[in-house]
């Protein structure tokens, strides 16, 4: 069974300021890796995905993440934050025995001006 | 705009009543899910269904009984829910293929009175 960490419940940042969401990973098998974003009363958007191939991988509206297998970890980074990145982040995981995605519990990203 | 889409957007339904939720994609995927999302909760899996058929139930109570008729259509079917029960339920599909991701809609805002 796999399981996904999100170790900070809520993070506020300023804006234009350089934000880290954290996510770990438990799996005894190969995963993929996954972010996702929710704004207010709606669905989930992926932001980005590691699959195989390069740790660093970008995605939308500035993101990237590094995939770090060693330390079991995929955390979210923005070099500057914009006020409408306001919203909530998962990370969540699917392996190669299972067919759906298991998500953390979410990080709230609050960006004050 | 994900591709898939549920409806309605919000429902308002009493302990004793009997509802259904809908859930449609027409992106060629062969997987679909339910997932349920309460306020300070991680994403709870509800139902998996893969090329039609259940294959994962995650001790859901038979008071949520899902249908999935074809690849591209998957209903929740609801009947004497708790106000516990009130939730935001949302629905997405992938490809059965193990390396991608999927795509939600933009969920059910469900409140049982």
């Known amino acids: 069974a796999q399981s996904v960490t999100q170790l900070d419940s809520q993070v506020p940042v300023f804006e234009e300021a350089p934000v880290e969401l954290r996510c770990n990973y438990s799996?005894?098998?190969?995963?993929?890796l996954f972010w996702y974003v929710q704004y207010p009363n709606q669905g989930l958007q992926l932001l980005l995905k590691?699959?195989?191939?390069?740790?660093l991988v970008k995605g939308i509206n500035g993101f990237e993440a590094e995939f770090n297998k060693s330390q079991t970890s995929f955390h979210l980074r923005k070099p500057s934050v914009h006020i409408s990145d306001t919203a909530e982040y998962f990370c969540?995981?699917?392996?190669?025995?299972?067919?759906?995605?298991?998500f953390g519990k979410g990080t709230s990203l609050l960006v004050t001006p | 705009e994900t591709g898939v889409t549920q409806t309605p957007r919000h429902l308002v339904m009493g302990m004793t009543n009997k509802k259904s939720l809908k859930c449609e994609q027409h992106?060629?995927?062969?997987?679909m899910y339910w997932y349920k999302q309460s306020a300070k909760k991680p994403l709870e899996l509800m139902f998996v269904?893969?090329?039609?058929?259940?294959?994962e139930n995650n001790s859901v109570p038979s008071r949520f009984s899902p249908e999935c008729p074809n690849s591209s259509h998957l209903f929740l079917h609801l009947h004497t829910l708790q106000p516990e029960d009130s939730a935001l339920y949302l629905c997405?599909?992938?490809?059965?293929?193990?390396?991608?991701?999927?795509?939600f809609g933009q969920g059910t805002r469900l409140t049982v009175v």
């Open positions: 269904y893969n090329f039609k058929e259940q294959t």
């Open positions: 997405a599909s992938a490809r059965a293929e193990l390396n991608t991701e999927a795509f």
């Open positions: 992106l060629g995927h062969n997987a």
């Open positions: 799996s005894s098998v190969s995963v993929y």
């Open positions: 969540a995981v699917r392996t190669n025995s299972g067919y759906a995605l298991n």
């Open positions: 590691y699959l195989s191939g390069s740790t």
